[in-house]
């Protein structure tokens, strides 16, 4: 692929308080994650009756453009019909390839666990919470809580990791 950085790894953890959209099931939804950056859509397991999936999957983006949002769509999984939308959130991944820069100077001077940047919660993301990016075995990591837009409730909790491949263009 011409002009690959390299790969973003998004591990989709969980959804929590996600939105009813079963018409089947009047209490629940079945929902999965659609994650699209570009031109690349991935998509998570759907879970079947919940409102609080642990999808627990890995989905992995060629990021070619480091100003490209990712977007991720939740959707409730219905066999007879067209899915129902359950929200979506967008998050930009600059501050954190801003951070990756860096990592070369990092290794060996840091202990597991050291905050590298925080990154609070406004009306230009969909961070829930503060979110860090973290020095952890030898890797920059970040976890964030997005909170779900166009819609009454949810949100889905993610965890990227930075994967380098030689040969390419990298940060």
């Given at each position: 692929?011409?002009?690959?950085?390299?790969?973003?790894?998004?591990?989709?953890?969980?959804?929590?308080?996600?939105?009813?959209?079963?018409?089947?099931?009047?209490?629940?939804?079945?929902?999965?994650?659609?994650?699209?950056?570009?031109?690349?859509?991935?998509?998570?397991?759907?879970?079947?009756?919940?409102?609080?999936?642990?999808?627990?999957?890995?989905?992995?983006?060629?990021?070619?453009?480091?100003?490209?949002?990712?977007?991720?769509?939740?959707?409730?999984?219905?066999?007879?019909?067209?899915?129902?939308k359950m929200g979506?959130?967008?998050?930009?991944?600059?501050?954190?390839?801003?951070?990756?820069?860096?990592?070369?100077?990092?290794?060996?001077?840091?202990?597991?666990?050291?905050?590298?940047?925080?990154?609070?919660?406004?009306?230009?993301?969909?961070?829930?919470?503060?979110?860090?990016?973290?020095?952890?075995?030898?890797?920059?990591?970040?976890?964030?809580?997005?909170?779900?837009?166009?819609?009454?409730?949810?949100?889905?909790?993610?965890?990227?990791?930075?994967?380098?491949?030689?040969?390419s263009r990298g940060?």
């Amino acid at each position: 692929m011409e002009n690959l950085l390299g790969l973003l790894r998004i591990h989709v953890k969980r959804g929590v308080n996600l939105a009813i959209r079963d018409r089947a099931d009047i209490s629940s939804s079945d929902p999965y994650v659609v994650v699209h950056s570009g031109k690349q859509k991935l998509k998570t397991r759907v879970v079947k009756h919940s409102l609080n999936p642990d999808w627990n999957d890995h989905l992995t983006l060629s990021v070619t453009d480091p100003n490209l949002p990712v977007k991720l769509t939740v959707y409730d999984y219905d066999l007879l019909s067209a899915d129902d939308k359950m929200g979506e959130a967008e998050f930009n991944i600059a501050a954190y390839l801003e951070a990756i820069k860096f990592r070369y100077a990092l290794e060996g001077g840091l202990p597991d666990g050291t905050i590298i940047m925080k990154i609070q919660p406004s009306r230009q993301n969909c961070l829930s919470e503060e979110s860090h990016i973290v020095w952890n075995q030898g890797k920059l990591v970040q976890n964030m809580f997005l909170r779900l837009q166009h819609v009454e409730c949810g949100e889905v909790e993610i965890h990227l990791e930075w994967i380098d491949i030689p040969g390419s263009r990298g940060i």
